[in-house]
């Protein structure tokens, strides 16, 4: 498990054990590359983000991420992967499951909800982009994203 401090200085666990004990996961995030390039979208006030969000009363988190999914990006996902657990331990704090998944169909006229849509970056264009939003600076979003980089790399093998 890596326990770290997000860029506000808030405590976050991190774990890749998906057996560890947790608080339940109602938020969900989604570490999804497609052709050699990642999927992000650029939320309306936090700035560039991998698409997430909180699961509806009464959704399953797999339900969750492939609804958050389409309503940010206009992407249709299949096969997806639960791989990590993070816990942010703010004023009421809440877990997130972290996927991976691939691209089934990409919806370019669907109607997004607070972003401006899907943006497909190489890693090198992610690493260099100034307008990041603050989920996306701390050392546990590094970790997840050498998992998918792993994954991805045996997947093609």
């Keep these: 498990m890596y326990q770290f401090k997000d860029v506000l200085g808030t405590r976050v666990e991190l774990t890749f054990d998906l057996q560890q004990q947790m608080i339940p996961a109602r938020h969900v995030l989604l570490l999804l590359k497609h052709n050699h390039k990642w999927l992000v979208t650029k939320h309306t006030v936090r700035g560039m983000e991998f698409p997430g969000g909180k699961a509806e009363e009464g959704e399953t988190i797999e339900a969750a991420v492939k609804r958050e999914a389409y309503e940010e990006t206009g992407v249709v996902i299949e096969h997806i992967k639960l791989f990590a657990k993070y816990v942010v331990y703010s004023e009421e704090p809440f877990c997130k499951a972290v996927f991976t998944a691939d691209v089934q169909f990409i919806d370019v006229d669907a109607p997004t909800y607070e972003t401006e849509g899907a943006y497909w ?14 989920h996306m ?16 790399s045996e997947r093609d093998n």
Excluded: H, I, P
Excluded at 137 to 152: F, H, I, P, S
């Design 121 to 134: 970056f190489t890693t090198e264009q992610l690493d260099a982009c100034e307008q990041l939003s603050f």
């Design 137 to 152: 600076k701390d050392e546990g979003m590094t970790a997840l994203r050498k998992w998918v980089e792993q994954y991805e």
